[in-house]
């Protein structure tokens, strides 16, 4: 904000001082030297009221040309600030072309760096909040640590006797994806606590092959019984060992896709026709943040997890507020996904997401196949019946999409995988109520406390993640109550209540 209206500052005064300088080459009027004095004279002009105007014709034609691209590109000599323009203008004593000239060359350098300005502003946020905060390094590799040193930290999740309940349809099945152990375990630790009968509660985290050695410490020296937690990483599963796994191509391909979108990152800062975000946007897409395993392993829950009837699937950024066992009594009506809407609500900016939110339908493919105002709704807190999933083709569907937008240069939509999601699972979605998953709340900071105190799930889907240095401070607390601040690991890597 303090940079926005320093700039806008900047720009104001460059405008009066044009105006009062225009005036005094021309006429012969007494300087100006109070702010009264100016307003008095630029006024009725800048309100359109043209009094008589004193300015040469010249330095309107000259301001009104168009700017070509390179007018600045190359030249050194460009004034950089308002006290060099000044003093060139006293020593040369230019005519008013000249002025109008030099000024506009200036104008159009300070545009260009607004510009870049704002672009990196964007860019920074983006940083912030998919880099890893140094204390969540420090977590993972004390755990690893542990994990070589210390058999305790290395058991059998879950032990062996326990080991019939992971395919054992009558327990609820719980499913987290996630690199990060701070934030699964407060996904666990609130899914656990909030519990009215935890022994029933089965958790599958799932996570790579470099978080699970970390992954699997945590939750043998944190272990959260009665309910049963299962740690893998992907490479364990069978599925995914044997044979061709799509999955894994489509991200290959998106990497190279990616890489070379739009002519690759140079040609999408070269752009300088381009709106800041616009750019800021297109630079994002090749983040491999959006490309990650775990985004798009939820599209392959049925093979996974080939005997299970019904799982719900959780994303790392929510806190559990109450106890999920009543998602099991929701009558899915033979739907796949059972989801919350985010086209209707009470929080009118949270709830206006419908397809043409993420699909570009300027695009005939996606014009022809879908409708713009369709409803969408959400990832974060799914039931998934995989019985039903099982007899459609819903991964065929993803993968068929993600295609045609390889094809036609990521021109379908650019970011994140519910997009294909909200193509894989029309009509096969069952629309649950909105306590059960509140969104928003790493986007934007008026949802008060109160309001998400009454939530049955929180969602952190934004930015600010809370464990960010970006979080919303007053949010944070619902995050933070289900960390132990005193457990030498969380004190010995300084992450703090607040
Ligand atoms: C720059 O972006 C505009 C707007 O999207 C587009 O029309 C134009 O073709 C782009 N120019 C280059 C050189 O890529
Ligand atoms: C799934 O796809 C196959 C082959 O494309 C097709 O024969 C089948 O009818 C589809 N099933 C459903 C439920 O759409
Ligand atoms: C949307 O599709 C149109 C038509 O193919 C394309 O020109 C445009 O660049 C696409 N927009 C984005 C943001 O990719
Ligand atoms: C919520 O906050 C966002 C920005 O943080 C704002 O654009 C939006 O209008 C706000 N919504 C309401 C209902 O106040």
């Known amino acids: 904000m303090l940079f926005y209206s320093l700039l806008f500052f900047t720009f104001l005064l460059r405008f009066v001082f044009v105006l ?12 100006c030297s109070t702010i009264g004095c100016l307003g008095k004279r630029i ?55 000249a002025f109008a000239l030099r000024l506009r060359e200036m104008i159009v350098l300070l545009e260009q760096r607004t510009r870049t300005a704002k672009i990196q502003e964007y860019l920074y946020r983006h940083v912030a909040s998919s880099s890893i905060p140094k204390q969540l390094h420090c977590l993972a590799l004390k755990l690893a640590n542990e994990h070589s040193n210390n058999a305790a930290a290395r058991l059998q999740l879950p032990s062996a006797e ?19 152990v701070l934030a699964a375990s407060v996904v666990a630790t609130s899914l656990v606590k909030n519990a009215l009968r935890p022994e029933k509660f089965v958790l599958h985290i799932i996570t790579d092959r470099k978080t699970y050695s970390p992954m699997q410490a945590w939750f043998s020296l944190h272990p959260l019984d009665p309910a049963i937690i299962e740690v893998k990483a992907l490479h364990q ?33 070269a752009n300088n026709t381009e709106k800041p975000q616009v750019i800021a946007a297109k630079l994002q897409a090749l983040s491999p943040k959006y490309n990650s395993l775990m985004n798009h392993i939820r599209i392959h829950l049925p093979e996974l997890f080939p005997s299970l009837n ?18 099991w009594d929701i009558d899915m009506n033979g739907k796949v996904n059972g989801a919350v809407e985010t086209c209707r609500g009470e929080d009118s900016f949270v709830m206006s997401k419908r397809f043409k939110s993420y699909l570009n339908f300027s695009h005939p493919l996606i014009a022809r196949n879908f409708d713009p105002n369709e409803c969408a709704w959400a990832y974060g807190m799914n039931i998934f019946d995989l019985e039903a999933w099982r007899k459609t083709n819903i991964s065929l569907t993803y993968y068929h999409w993600l295609e045609e937008n390889f094809k036609s240069d990521l ?5 994140g995988t519910l997009p294909p999601g909200l193509i ?25 406390l109160a309001d998400a105190e009454t939530a049955g799930v929180i969602h952190f889907n934004g930015r600010a993640k809370p464990w960010l240095d970006i979080a919303f401070p007053q949010l944070r607390p619902l995050w933070a109550k289900y960390i132990d601040f005193s457990d030498k690991f969380i004190k010995g890597c300084h992450i703090r209540a607040s």
């Open 20 to 31: 009062s300088t225009i005036d005094s080459i021309d006429g012969d009027h007494p300087k």
């Open 43 to 97: 006024g009725p002009r800048i309100l359109g009221r043209r009094i008589e105007s004193n300015v040469p014709e010249v330095i309107y034609r000259i301001l009104e040309e168009p700017v070509s691209k390179d007018e600045v590109l190359g030249k050194t000599d460009v004034p950089q600030t308002l006290q060099e323009f000044m003093s060139e203008m006293k020593q040369s004593r230019s005519d008013a072309k």
């Open 162 to 180: 326990l080991v019939p309940a992971l395919v054992d349809n009558s327990y609820f099945h719980f499913v987290l994806a996630s690199d990060n």
């Open 237 to 269: 599963f069978d599925w995914l060992s044997k044979g061709k796994v799509p999955v894994l191509e489509a991200m290959e391909k998106d990497q190279r896709v990616r890489s070379q979108f739009r002519g690759g990152s140079s040609a999408i800062v």
């Open 310 to 327: 019904k799982v719900v699937f959780l994303d790392d950024d929510i806190v559990i507020q109450t106890d999920l066992s009543p998602l």
């Open 411 to 415: 021109s379908l939509w650019q970011l």
């Open 424 to 448: 894989a699972f029309y009509g096969h979605v069952h629309v649950i109520d909105p306590f059960w998953h509140m969104l928003g709340l790493g986007y934007q900071d008026n949802t008060t």
